[in-house]
């Protein structure tokens, strides 16, 4: 194995393949064990800031996920308060990152488990997602910078992992003031607390290993460094072999795949949207989860900001529908208009903020 | 001395890359992070284009010497 791949990495990828699958056996939607961008966007119809009934219950993956990045950073003295680097500008690329993910139907890390899952369609998504990552990466060697941070008070770091042991405690006391779904993706999970212990460790692990889906391609491009894209091929073989021994692969294909469409463009041009985002963000939805777990206030705005961008996807229904059968009719999915045009906003936003702060418009700062 | 702190990821390692290639695969270079990810990944990078790296840590910042 080459040196230059950090074992943790590996690690961390068989246990997020390893969690993907245990959490769908137990309760979980199908192909979406774990889900950055459904998971938050499920927080937000629990929290009553969308009302999209089928997508709603308060997920403890990701509560679990950024306090397992705090206790792995506190331990290793890496936690560290800082902000101050374009936090408006990352919240909005934050919300179209949201909006392009559940355009496509998932993060980039559900685009890997769905892939594991046979779904044809996500690797539709995986070539709009490189294709996005390429263009982050053009900015980013024309000097795309949102500028440095800063250490900030304690208090900044610790905000959003105190906020969501807040809401979780009150979502374990007082479920009833939380909306839930009855049917659709948000009627299906695992028990609380295993999601909850499940992702801690996973967000424990992903901050030792430092994972991100996005920074594996943007690597293996830029500086031929193939670290973290082990990660992303490790989460990939585990899913497929764990549906496979669980008898739920059923070969590779684009129709009737688990909460998926077959619009292929817009799977496509949804994660270009994210690809690119997330490479101007510095990280995948996973990543800024991650950070922001371990004091980073921007990241923490930016989550702030996948948020929001999930409450406006289903209150503007931007966000895609799966495929389904309509008695007995094979129905395609997709988005609707409004959701092709803000995709088509969200590229002219990016666009505008990619060249504002590279060296394209500006002069290099001394 | 590339000063690379508060940058984030993968930025650092952007800057030494540039920095190496302005200047023509210099014999030694400096550059100065506060976060262990981005020693880690300069590290990695460096050891692609032929130099060894020290690391120096004082008050949760590093300096990094890269040196042929």
């Not at chain 1, 479920?175 to 212990?197: C, D, M, N, T, V």
Request: proline letters at 3%.
């Amino acid at each position: 194995m080459s040196k230059r791949i950090n074992p943790w990495v590996l690690i961390t990828g068989a246990l997020v393949g390893i969690a993907a699958v245990l959490l769908t056996a137990l309760g979980n939607p199908a192909n979406m064990g774990f889900c950055i961008a459904c998971f938050i966007r499920d927080i937000a119809g629990a929290t009553h800031l969308h009302f999209a009934a089928p997508v709603q219950y308060f997920r403890p993956e990701i509560v679990g996920l950024v306090l397992g990045s705090t206790i792995m950073s506190l331990a290793s003295k890496e936690f560290k308060a800082r902000a101050g680097s374009s936090p408006a500008t990352r919240f909005i690329i934050g919300a179209f990152v949201m909006i392009g993910a559940l355009v496509f139907l998932g993060c980039p890390l559900r685009m890997v488990i769905r892939m594991g899952g046979g779904d044809l369609n996500a690797f539709v998504g995986l070539a709009g997602f490189f294709i996005g990552i390429l263009i982050g990466v053009f900015f980013l060697k024309k000097g795309f910078s949102l500028k440095r941070t800063y250490e900030v008070t304690k208090t900044e770091g610790f905000a959003l992992p105190g906020l969501l042991i807040l809401l979780f405690g009150i979502f374990l006391a007082v479920p009833s003031l939380f909306a839930f779904s009855e049917s659709g993706p948000g009627s299906k999970y695992a028990p609380a607390l295993i999601s909850l212990l499940v992702a801690i460790v996973v967000g424990a692990f992903a901050q030792k290993s430092r994972l991100c889906m996005v920074g594996g391609m943007r690597d293996a491009v830029m500086f031929r460094d193939f670290n973290l894209l082990s990660g992303f091929a490790v989460i990939f073989v585990v899913v497929f072999l764990g549906n496979v021994i669980l008898g739920k692969f059923t070969g590779f294909s684009t129709i009737s795949q688990p909460i998926s469409h077959s619009s292929e463009l817009w799977n496509l041009l949804g994660m270009v949207l994210v690809g690119w985002g997330s490479v101007l963000l510095g990280g995948c939805p996973l990543r800024q989860l991650i950070l922001a777990g371990e004091g980073n206030g921007d990241s923490a705005v930016t989550v702030l900001g996948m948020l929001v961008g999930a409450a406006f996807a289903h209150n503007f229904k931007l966000a895609g529908s799966a495929d389904s059968l309509v008695d007995g009719v094979y129905k395609v999915g997709g988005i609707a208009t409004t959701g092709k045009v803000v995709v088509l906003i969200g590229f002219a936003v990016l666009l505008v903020i990619s060249l504002l702060n590279s060296t394209l418009v500006k002069k290099e700062a001394k | 001395m590339i000063d690379a702190r508060g940058q984030s990821c993968p930025i650092p390692v952007v800057m030494v890359q540039n920095a190496v290639k302005k200047e023509n695969h210099p014999s030694e270079l400096q550059v100065k992070v506060d976060a262990k990810v981005c020693v880690e990944n300069i590290t990695r990078y460096a050891a692609t284009v032929g130099y060894t790296v020290s690391v120096e840590e004082a008050d949760g910042e590093y300096t990094l010497t890269l040196k042929k």
